[in-house]
Protein backbone atom coordinates (compact mmCIF):
# COMPACT_ATOMS: atom_id res chain seq x y z
CA UNK A 1 0.00 0.00 0.00
CA UNK A 2 1.38 3.34 -1.46
CA UNK A 3 1.37 6.48 0.52
CA UNK A 4 1.71 10.43 -1.36
CA UNK A 5 2.87 7.88 -4.00
CA UNK A 6 3.36 10.82 -6.52
CA UNK A 7 6.61 11.90 -3.90
CA UNK A 8 8.01 8.32 -4.68
CA UNK A 9 10.73 9.77 -7.13
CA UNK A 10 11.72 12.20 -4.41
CA UNK A 11 15.98 12.24 -4.92
CA UNK A 12 17.74 10.81 -1.91
CA UNK A 13 19.97 12.81 -0.50
CA UNK A 14 23.62 12.12 -1.40
CA UNK A 15 27.03 11.85 0.35
CA UNK A 16 29.84 14.11 -0.52
CA UNK A 17 32.02 11.29 -1.21
CA UNK A 18 30.27 9.61 -4.03
CA UNK A 19 33.90 7.89 -5.48
CA UNK A 20 35.96 5.75 -4.70
CA UNK A 21 39.77 7.18 -4.41
CA UNK A 22 40.57 5.42 -7.68
CA UNK A 23 37.90 7.67 -9.12
CA UNK A 24 35.15 5.29 -10.24
CA UNK A 25 31.45 5.48 -8.66
CA UNK A 26 31.28 3.92 -5.52
CA UNK A 27 28.20 1.94 -4.60
CA UNK A 28 24.38 3.70 -3.53
CA UNK A 29 24.36 2.77 0.36
CA UNK A 30 21.24 2.68 1.82
CA UNK A 31 20.37 2.22 5.43
CA UNK A 32 17.72 0.51 7.46
CA UNK A 33 17.20 1.01 11.06
CA UNK A 34 13.71 0.74 13.25
CA UNK A 35 13.03 -0.58 16.71
CA UNK A 36 13.68 -4.38 17.65
CA UNK A 37 11.47 -6.72 15.67
CA UNK A 38 9.97 -4.28 13.85
CA UNK A 39 11.14 -6.54 10.84
CA UNK A 40 14.24 -5.09 9.32
CA UNK A 41 16.35 -8.50 8.60
CA UNK A 42 13.32 -9.89 6.89
CA UNK A 43 13.10 -6.32 4.73
CA UNK A 44 16.81 -6.54 3.80
CA UNK A 45 16.58 -10.40 2.43
CA UNK A 46 13.25 -9.80 0.84
CA UNK A 47 14.96 -6.77 -1.00
CA UNK A 48 17.76 -8.92 -1.80
CA UNK A 49 15.77 -11.82 -3.43
CA UNK A 50 14.17 -9.10 -5.39
CA UNK A 51 16.85 -6.85 -6.50
CA UNK A 52 19.76 -9.54 -6.80
CA UNK A 53 18.82 -10.89 -10.07
CA UNK A 54 19.35 -7.21 -12.03
CA UNK A 55 21.88 -5.33 -9.52
CA UNK A 56 24.87 -6.42 -8.20
CA UNK A 57 24.67 -5.91 -4.14
CA UNK A 58 25.89 -6.51 -0.85
CA UNK A 59 25.07 -6.13 3.03
CA UNK A 60 26.45 -5.11 6.12
CA UNK A 61 24.45 -5.70 9.19
CA UNK A 62 25.38 -4.33 12.88
CA UNK A 63 24.54 -6.23 16.57
CA UNK A 64 25.67 -5.01 19.26
CA UNK A 65 27.42 -8.49 20.25
CA UNK A 66 26.66 -11.16 17.88
CA UNK A 67 26.71 -12.29 14.33
CA UNK A 68 22.87 -13.17 14.56
CA UNK A 69 21.12 -10.73 11.59
CA UNK A 70 24.22 -11.67 9.36
CA UNK A 71 23.63 -15.57 9.73
CA UNK A 72 19.78 -15.03 9.27
CA UNK A 73 20.57 -13.87 5.83
CA UNK A 74 23.38 -16.34 5.37
CA UNK A 75 21.01 -19.21 6.34
CA UNK A 76 17.99 -18.25 4.29
CA UNK A 77 20.91 -17.54 1.09
CA UNK A 78 19.79 -14.21 -0.10
CA UNK A 79 23.43 -13.33 -1.27
CA UNK A 80 26.43 -15.38 -1.49
CA UNK A 81 28.45 -15.26 1.48
CA UNK A 82 31.10 -13.63 0.36
CA UNK A 83 28.36 -10.62 -0.18
CA UNK A 84 27.20 -10.18 3.60
CA UNK A 85 29.51 -8.36 6.44
CA UNK A 86 28.64 -8.33 9.99
CA UNK A 87 29.99 -5.37 12.50
CA UNK A 88 29.50 -6.30 15.97
CA UNK A 89 28.98 -2.52 17.97
CA UNK A 90 30.08 -3.63 21.14
CA UNK A 91 27.54 0.05 22.10
CA UNK A 92 24.33 0.90 21.75
CA UNK A 93 23.58 0.49 17.68
CA UNK A 94 22.89 4.01 16.64
CA UNK A 95 26.93 4.61 17.53
CA UNK A 96 28.21 2.81 15.23
CA UNK A 97 25.65 4.12 11.98
CA UNK A 98 25.41 8.04 13.45
CA UNK A 99 28.10 8.86 15.98
CA UNK A 100 31.44 6.53 14.79
CA UNK A 101 30.79 5.14 11.71
CA UNK A 102 34.05 3.80 10.82
CA UNK A 103 33.48 -0.22 11.81
CA UNK A 104 30.68 0.21 9.08
CA UNK A 105 32.61 2.46 6.45
CA UNK A 106 35.68 -0.36 6.65
CA UNK A 107 33.03 -2.87 6.31
CA UNK A 108 31.93 -1.27 3.31
CA UNK A 109 35.11 -0.55 1.37
CA UNK A 110 36.09 -4.16 2.22
CA UNK A 111 33.22 -5.24 0.13
CA UNK A 112 33.64 -3.05 -2.56
CA UNK A 113 37.41 -4.14 -2.75
CA UNK A 114 36.53 -7.98 -2.32
CA UNK A 115 33.63 -8.23 -4.50
CA UNK A 116 33.50 -4.79 -6.48
CA UNK A 117 32.03 -3.39 -8.85
CA UNK A 118 28.95 -3.11 -6.47
CA UNK A 119 25.57 -1.18 -7.24
CA UNK A 120 24.04 -1.13 -3.80
CA UNK A 121 25.17 -1.75 -0.34
CA UNK A 122 22.25 -2.06 1.96
CA UNK A 123 23.13 -1.15 6.08
CA UNK A 124 20.92 -2.39 8.53
CA UNK A 125 21.04 -1.42 12.03
CA UNK A 126 21.09 -2.83 14.87
CA UNK A 127 17.69 -2.80 16.37
CA UNK A 128 17.47 1.01 18.29
CA UNK A 129 14.17 3.15 19.29
CA UNK A 130 12.93 5.67 17.50
CA UNK A 131 15.52 8.22 17.37
CA UNK A 132 17.97 5.75 15.72
CA UNK A 133 19.34 7.74 12.19
CA UNK A 134 22.26 7.13 10.15
CA UNK A 135 24.96 9.26 9.32
CA UNK A 136 24.58 11.07 6.18
CA UNK A 137 28.50 10.20 6.00
CA UNK A 138 27.51 6.43 6.01
CA UNK A 139 24.25 6.15 4.14
CA UNK A 140 22.36 8.06 0.86
CA UNK A 141 19.34 7.68 1.66
CA UNK A 142 17.28 5.71 4.81
CA UNK A 143 14.70 3.84 5.48
CA UNK A 144 13.09 3.36 8.95
CA UNK A 145 10.78 0.67 9.53
CA UNK A 146 8.46 0.24 12.42
CA UNK A 147 5.36 -2.17 12.85
CA UNK A 148 1.85 -2.87 13.81
CA UNK A 149 2.55 -4.97 16.52
CA UNK A 150 4.34 -1.78 18.48
CA UNK A 151 1.01 0.04 18.52
CA UNK A 152 -0.97 2.35 16.09
CA UNK A 153 0.66 5.29 18.51
CA UNK A 154 3.94 5.28 17.10
CA UNK A 155 3.75 6.86 13.84
CA UNK A 156 1.99 9.57 15.81
CA UNK A 157 4.95 9.78 18.71
CA UNK A 158 7.09 11.36 15.66
CA UNK A 159 10.54 10.79 16.43
CA UNK A 160 13.66 11.65 13.52
CA UNK A 161 13.38 8.16 12.30
CA UNK A 162 9.96 8.04 11.79
CA UNK A 163 10.00 11.98 10.79
CA UNK A 164 13.18 12.14 9.13
CA UNK A 165 13.55 9.27 7.21
CA UNK A 166 13.65 9.07 4.03
CA UNK A 167 11.37 6.07 3.32
CA UNK A 168 8.95 4.87 6.22
CA UNK A 169 7.60 1.53 6.29
CA UNK A 170 5.38 0.69 8.66
CA UNK A 171 5.50 -3.58 8.55
CA UNK A 172 3.49 -6.34 9.65
CA UNK A 173 -0.11 -5.12 8.14
CA UNK A 174 -1.06 -8.52 8.45
CA UNK A 175 -0.72 -8.48 12.31
CA UNK A 176 -3.44 -5.27 12.84
CA UNK A 177 -6.44 -7.29 13.18
CA UNK A 178 -4.58 -9.75 16.20
CA UNK A 179 -2.88 -6.30 18.23
CA UNK A 180 -5.70 -3.76 17.20
CA UNK A 181 -3.92 -1.74 15.91
CA UNK A 182 -5.49 1.15 12.93
CA UNK A 183 -4.28 1.26 9.75
CA UNK A 184 -6.32 4.10 8.49
CA UNK A 185 -4.65 5.73 11.69
CA UNK A 186 -1.59 5.20 11.05
CA UNK A 187 -1.32 6.08 7.96
CA UNK A 188 -2.42 9.16 8.73
CA UNK A 189 -0.31 10.04 11.38
CA UNK A 190 2.47 9.14 9.04
CA UNK A 191 0.93 11.90 6.59
CA UNK A 192 0.75 14.49 9.64
CA UNK A 193 4.42 13.76 10.84
CA UNK A 194 6.11 13.36 7.89
CA UNK A 195 4.25 15.81 5.12
CA UNK A 196 5.71 15.31 1.59
CA UNK A 197 8.12 12.73 2.04
CA UNK A 198 6.80 8.82 1.31
CA UNK A 199 5.57 6.14 3.39
CA UNK A 200 4.54 1.96 2.74
CA UNK A 201 2.62 -0.19 4.64
CA UNK A 202 3.81 -3.57 4.19
CA UNK A 203 3.34 -7.53 4.96
CA UNK A 204 5.93 -10.15 4.03
CA UNK A 205 3.72 -12.52 4.43
CA UNK A 206 1.09 -11.26 1.36
CA UNK A 207 2.51 -11.85 -1.83
CA UNK A 208 5.04 -9.23 -2.62
CA UNK A 209 4.98 -7.47 0.47
CA UNK A 210 8.60 -6.27 -0.55
CA UNK A 211 7.43 -4.54 -3.63
CA UNK A 212 7.03 -0.71 -2.99
CA UNK A 213 10.34 -1.00 -1.12
CA UNK A 214 11.96 -2.79 -3.83
CA UNK A 215 10.62 -0.09 -6.28
CA UNK A 216 11.65 3.06 -4.20
CA UNK A 217 14.86 1.20 -3.99
CA UNK A 218 15.22 1.12 -7.82
CA UNK A 219 14.11 4.70 -8.33
CA UNK A 220 17.50 5.85 -5.92
CA UNK A 221 19.71 3.09 -7.97
CA UNK A 222 18.41 5.09 -11.51
CA UNK A 223 19.23 8.85 -9.85
CA UNK A 224 22.66 7.58 -8.62
CA UNK A 225 23.38 6.33 -11.82
CA UNK A 226 21.65 8.80 -14.10
Known amino acids: MHLDSHHHDRPAAVSADARRPDGSRRALRIGLGGPVGSGKTAMVAALCGALRERHSLAVVTNDIYTREDADFLLRAAVLP ?22 ANLEAVEDLEDAVGPLDLILIESGGDNLTATFSRGLVDAQVFVIDVAGGDDIPRKGGPGVTTA ?61
Do not use: F
Open 81 to 102: PERIQAVETGACPHTAIRDDIS
Open 166 to 226: DLLVVNKTDLAPHVGSDLGRMADDAREQRGELPVVLTSLREGDGAAPVADWVRARLADWTA
